[in-house]
Nanobody, 119 residues
Framework: QVQLVESGGGLVQAGGSLRLSCAAS????????MGWYRQAPGKQRELVAQ???????NYADSGKGRFTISRDDAWKTMYLQMNSLQPEDTAVYYC?????????????WGRGTQVTVSS
């Protein structure tokens, strides 16, 4: 099991920045990739950015050039630096971990952190 706790959300004006954090605990050794997803009211949850254990990063088009995903060397904390925020970035942001425990792939989610961007 991997436990995830997000933090860093809040209310920010358009053009502002926020840095989200995701603290991981438990079977950290089993993590193969970590990612940020978001869900706006009335919309499906969507990928924001992803980082693999091999260092590969992947961004949704909506965040390219504005968002940066990173993590510490111990894989205990993942970050999402968000710059030039816009009202359409308003959503609940979730941390997701893919892991492989005893050859069994598993997925874990955090409870989310609210990001609200005012115009």
């Amino acid at each position: 099991q991997v436990q995830l706790v997000e933090s860093g959300g809040g209310l920010v004006q358009a053009g502002g920045s926020l840095r989200l954090s995701c603290a991981a605990s438990g079977a950290i050794f089993s993590i193969t990739s970590m990612g940020w997803y978001r869900q706006a009211p009335g919309k499906q949850r969507e990928l924001v950015a992803q980082i693999t254990r091999g260092g590969f990063t992947n961004y949704a088009d909506s965040g390219k050039g504005r968002f940066t995903i990173s993590r510490d060397d111990a894989w205990k904390t993942m970050y999402l630096q968000m710059n030039s925020l816009q009202p359409e970035d308003t959503a609940v942001y979730y941390c997701k971990v893919d892991s492989r425990i005893q050859s069994t792939p598993q997925t874990f989610w955090g409870r989310g952190t609210q990001v609200t961007v005012s115009s």
